[in-house]
């Protein structure tokens, strides 16, 4: 393996990105691999440690995942978490059953082994997370009980010498107090990590790289302002400068001046030294989305209309010898290549990859980091913090958050709304903290009154979340001061609108989005 490597081997548990960053906290790089990974594959890898990952199954059901008792032999230290130390039990000859008691939630954990390397600097007492019908009734021989609960006999055990964990709790979620602690023991004092993977020397080492596959070659840059492909387009500018080109497309759907300040960013007049193309297809767009109002539909119109403007640039530009692509870790787990979870999010890759953009192998310098690491790069590399630091955005863009048909006018709305939102939530000192906020435009109108005359006007519906991983999320109890001024600046500034209204409801059942 190119750097010292601790793998996650995914049960299919929720977790299993979690633990990947969890290990990635502790300077310690992580990739997570299905548990349907060949033991030959594993070995060729090398790591320092494995982790097995909670699940959803009974290890003693005959279908359910499992492992080879090989893996336990490698002479590789393994932690198990949850259902990976149930089946670490099962598998070396122990006995997992159904619990008398299902534990769910923050539970106190009692530690009977204080010189457990795992539990080092851990109180005696600590809270853990909980969550498992099945437990331990009975350990693997040469193993031995490091910690219990009033419920569950067999919270944790080890066999030291082996180097082999088993934790019944989840370290990896932030409720378990001291978790970040204990997986820094085990892949630090454990697996005996040096722990220096770290964002100067990624950034670095990326450089490096690229330059050297690249040599002379043609870069071309597909940069949407994101937080994803401007730091591809920096990380490449700083490798390879002039033999860059960025193409941006602006259809129309950013948000109020977002066009301007990605070109005044990566544009002639920016500190980066590239081709910076920029496409004005705003018209094209609306043309395309004229009277079309279903949400699929209307995705897969902005989707589609992308790649064409992009290789009509591309056919301009001529013969290419890489494309970039600012895909990160979670898109490549979430896609099914790394772990065990579902392809959830294939629509979020706006349109896929052109098709007659001429071009010989794609660069992706970003694969291996979280969102938060991509981030930490970005600083690394002197890009200006708003842009780093800024909320995720949709591909389709404001396409998604205007329900029914798009139109200019529409788009001028929810632009000018959702522009004095971020501003107050801004002044209100809330940006940093709350996960994901917008305006959005409801296909509703209704009656209301302005001085004297009757309007019949736009309902705006703000959206505000708090989310750990956008997969699920709570509505963010912005104050309601903050709401009230935000309502009648709206109001009072943006024509077209006269009702505001805040979308209160969690995913699920909603989603972030409006389409
Ligand atoms: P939903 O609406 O599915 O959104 O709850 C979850 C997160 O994904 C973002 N999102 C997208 N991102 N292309 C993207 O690049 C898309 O088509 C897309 N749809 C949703 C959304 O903003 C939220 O952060």
Known sequence: MKRETVIVLDFGGQYNQLVARRVRECNVYCEIYSYRTDISKIKEMNPKGIILTGGPNSCYEPDSPTYTKELFELGIPVLGLCYGAQLMQHVLGGKVEKAPVREYGKTEVLIDRKESSVFADVPEKTICWMSHFD????????????????????????NADQKLYAIQFHPEVLHTVEGTKMLRNF?????????????????????????QKVGSGKVLCALSGGVDSSVAAVLLSKAVGKQLTCVFVDHGLLRKNEGDEVEAVFGPDGPYDLNFIRVNAQERYYSKLAGVEEPERKRKIIGEEFIRVFEEEAKKIGAVDFLV?????????????????AVIKSHHNVGGLPEHVDFKEIIEPLRDLFKDEVRKAGLELGIPEYLVFRQPFPGPGLGIRIIGEVT???????????????EEIAKAGLDRSIGQYFAGLTNMRSVGV???ERTYDYAVALRAVNTVDFMTAEAAEIPFEVLNKVMSRIINEVRGVNRVLYDITSKPPGTIEFE
């Open 135 to 158: 437990y331990i009734s009975r350990i693997a021989p040469g193993f031995e009980i490091t910690a219990h609960t009033a419920d569950c006999p067999v919270a944790a055990a080890e």
């Open 187 to 211: 892949v630090i004092n454990v697996c005996g990590c040096a722990g220096d993977w770290r964002m100067d020397s990624f950034v670095e080492e990326s450089i490096k790289a690229i330059r």
């Open 325 to 341: 692509q600012g895909t990160i870790y979670p898109d490549v787990v979430e896609s099914g290549l790394g772990g065990e979870s």
């Open 408 to 422: 200019a006018e529409k788009v001028k709305i929810v632009q000018d709304a959702d522009a004095i939102y971020r």
């Open 450 to 452: 302005m001085g004297d």
